[in-house]
């Protein structure tokens, strides 16, 4: 198993999609309809990490609106890819740049899934420190074309 990890210097220039006529709450709503897909943010100043719900069910972690337990939540993740995690985050906040990684969170039936994370520092008006999201790999599914559907019936 290896981990993954890359700091982008620049960041990908947003997609034009005014002329689409699509909002940002129908774009979020899409990409986490058929996954658990969840968002964080991490506050500098405090050291709380705060978590939306999907967050919480990848980790296997009652949910509450409060700030993450921090230790219960990295006690999830495979002993090998912690310190890289804990490495990230700083690096992130230090110099204020992106990142992503992929690793390993016990899955709660003896073994591990992969989960990947992917975040960016944020020094705004809207408060410093570093925002995120959080998804799972899921098997591919196969794709049941019509013709197999209707042999089937």
Known sequence: MSLRFEQPVVDKIAQSRAHIGITDA?????????????FWRIDIETGHFFTSEDVHAIFDLPYSDR?????ELMS????EDRSLIAQTFEEASLHGVGFH?????DNRLGGYKLVRSIGRFRDDASGGGIVGVTYEFVEKLRVVGFEDHAARR
């Not at 129908?26 to 969840?38: N, S």
């Not at 990684?101 to 969170?105: E, H, L």
């Open 26 to 38: 129908e774009i979020v709503q899409m990409v986490a309809a058929y996954r658990l897909f969840g």
């Open 67 to 71: 700030p993450v337990n921090l230790a």
């Open 76 to 79: 999830r993740i495979h002993t």
């Open 101 to 105: 990684f992929v690793y390993r969170v």
